[in-house]
């Protein structure tokens, strides 16, 4: 199965795996499942990660985001014209207007992909075609 993980998750993974639940950890661990970091996700780490907002040390540079996602085997899946489509039909809810969690979701309901992710916010998008793995911690 194919999987997309949210910023957080990729957070977690390399900070503390512990704030994984079970589940998430048995699709991950799974050789089977294609698991993929949205472009947006990539985008976002690199900015965190430049700007020292996360304290990752085994990233030293931006060119170590990139790396680590390589390492572990994940894809990159880019933002093309069909999620953009998706994004301009999706509703804008008044407690959740970050725009690059917005074309996260529209990638994965776009892909008919879940995403597995810790945000709270994202499970509003479930009535909208968004098929989530929520991370319980």
Sequence with gaps: MRYFIDTNILIFIVMDPDLLTKEVKDILDDSSNLIYVPSKCVEELIYLQQSKKIGIKRWKTADDVLD????????????????????????????????????????????????????????????????????RR
């Design 68 to 135: 680590y996602i390589k390492e572990f085997g994940f894809g990159i899946k880019y933002v093309a014209e069909e999620h953009l489509r998706t994004l301009a039909r999706l509703p804008l809810f008044p407690d959740h207007k970050d725009q690059t969690d917005r074309v996260i979701i529209a990638q994965a309901i776009t892909e008919k992909m879940p995403i597995i992710s810790s945000d709270r916010k994202f499970q509003d998008y479930r009535r909208h075609g968004l098929n989530l793995v929520f991370n």
